[in-house]
């Protein structure tokens, strides 16, 4: 028990298995079970009218079917009645041609059977016959026609009762199924967490050193439903999922092995809880199949569980230990499981505590951030605004467009870029002047935007532009194309020009009005 306790925990405790020891779940009256835990089906067949004749039209399936005690009172009878029906029939030939008066005192005569003179020894020469003994005493003549065609059929029908019940009897002797006796199950199967999942789980074991050949498991859940069109299903069987599709259904079973089946949405075990455990009432049916290594015979095991048989919270004890040269199984512990901690709730509750505890947030498309900027959202869309190279990949949009779309997008677009070139302020609080540009944009923004239109472009490049510091600005200057870097980085005191006069040629200094005057 300390070992147990070092390996863990001090807070696990071992808990028997037995019948005699009760658990936290309320006793229930015993209900009638559909499979006993022996593997045999409490099932019987009643009110087969004339159906009756099908099972003596299969006779040697019937009588192998039979039990033990019925096998050897049909053994007995069929030779005792057989010796006794042949006996008579030779004693019957030894009447009809008078061999039994002269009794053997006349030497001339010749009888049928030598030496048989009453029914006795007749019957001691049908014994001697059949059973090939050959004492040598009684013998059959050739002066008996009759005798010789009864001794062929008696040789043929005593091959055919041989063959038939030695047949029966060595079938029946060589059934698997006291191969199934080594063949062991838990006694109670136990729900606990498994690699973080719900799971049901039993154990099974093989007590020989011969290996089952190909074993396979499979579990059926028995239990009565009602469908929605209103039909009752008593003992509906449903097939419970414990690896088929992994491949963990086919079992090396030379050790104790855990089948482990896992609660999930496709279990009907889905809403099962610890305490509608106490509530439910259904049955559990587990077969193991395989071949007898040394027979090649398949055969089969089977047992239940019920609703009362089904530990909530527990765990099978281990029992596999390292010896010194090889494994060794302690078969003591096979049975006994010890309490761990287990949530008391379904997997569907789980589920859906943990959708309304962290639900999952509505998928956003990620927005390109700056590396060297904190805010990515708005530094992403300044960037793509104020860059040259973002205008170029717009004109390239755009040409794939039809026509009257491309006017109206260049239209949009080259505002709004004549817009951030000519603001009066560039994004991080440092103010440019309209003398400061090359004489092209000066010339553009004097010709195409209207002198109304030009205080809503203003207020646009002052919303996309940042609430700046110094820091931001700079790092601005390096965002924009070359040109107006170049600019921003030979006019490191930009002077702001008030607009003056009605006219924008009125706002530009002296030497670029007289020099546009010239031309």
């Keep these: 028990m300390s070992a147990i306790r070092r390996k863990f925990g001090e807070d696990y405790q071992v808990v028997n298995t037995n019948r005699g020891i009760t658990f936290s779940a309320p006793v229930k009256r015993k209900r009638q079970r559909f499979v006993e835990k022996n593997g045999r089906c409490n099932v019987q067949h009643g009110n087969l009218g004339g159906e009756t004749s099908r099972y003596i039209s299969d006779l040697f399936t019937t009588l192998v079917d039979l039990k033990w005690r019925w096998n050897l009172l049909i053994f007995i009878l069929t030779y005792t009645v057989a010796w006794l029906v042949m006996a008579s029939m030779w004693w019957v030939i030894a009447y009809i041609r008078g061999d039994l008066s002269h009794s053997g005192h006349d030497p001339s005569y010749t009888p049928c059977v030598a030496n048989v003179y009453n029914f006795p020894s007749a019957f001691l020469f049908f014994i001697e016959t059949e059973a090939t003994i050959g004492y040598g005493y009684r013998y059959i003549t050739e002066k008996c026609p009759e005798g010789i065609i009864l001794f062929l059929f008696q040789s043929l029908l005593g091959s055919i009762v041989d063959a038939f019940l030695i047949g029966c009897m060595f079938i029946k002797m060589s059934q698997p199924k006291k191969r199934a006796e080594t063949l062991m199950f838990s006694q109670d199967a136990v729900i606990s967490q498994r690699d973080g999942k719900l799971c049901l789980m039993f154990r099974v074991g093989n007590l020989r050193n011969s290996h089952m050949v190909s074993a396979q498991i499979r579990c059926k859940l028995i239990k009565s439903r009602q469908t929605p069109e209103g039909e009752f299903l008593p003992l509906d069987q449903c097939e419970l999922d ?50 007898v290594e040394t027979t090649g015979m398949t055969c089969q095991a089977r047992t239940s569980y019920t609703e009362d048989e089904v530990l909530w919270g527990h765990r099978f004890l281990p029992v596999m230990s390292l010896e010194e040269g090889f494994f060794r199984v302690d078969y003591s512990q096979f049975h006994n499981t010890f309490e761990v901690p287990t949530p008391p709730y379904s997997v569907k509750e789980q589920e859906e505590k943990s959708l309304l505890t962290s639900p999952n947030p509505l998928p956003v498309a990620p927005t390109p951030s700056s590396p060297l900027l904190g805010n990515g959202g708005r530094g992403g869309r300044r960037e793509r605004l104020l860059s040259a190279d973002y205008a170029d990949h717009v004109e390239d949009q755009a040409s794939r467009l039809p026509s009257k779309l491309q006017r109206m997008s260049s239209t949009k677009e080259e505002l709004l870029w004549r817009g951030l070139k000519m603001g009066p302020a560039l994004p991080g609080g440092k103010a440019s002047s309209t003398g400061d540009l090359p004489l092209s944009i000066q010339r553009l923004r004097s010709s195409s935007i209207p002198v109304a239109r030009q205080g809503q472009l203003e207020e646009q490049v002052q919303l996309l532009s940042l609430d700046g510091d110094p820091e931001e600005g700079e790092l601005e200057k390096h965002r924009l194309p070359a040109a107006i870097s170049t600019i921003a980085a030979a006019t490191p005191t930009p002077v702001q020009i008030p607009f003056v006069g009605s006219r924008p040629e009125d706002n530009l200094p002296p030497k670029l009005r007289r020099m546009n005057a010239d031309r």
């Design 242 to 291: 414990v690896g088929f599709g992994t491949g963990a259904d086919q079992l090396f079973l030379v050790s104790p092995l855990t089948i482990c089946h896992e609660i999930n949405t496709k279990s009907p075990f889905f809403d099962l809880s610890q305490r509608s455990l106490m509530n439910e009432q259904f049955e559990i049916v587990v077969i193991l199949e395989g071949i």
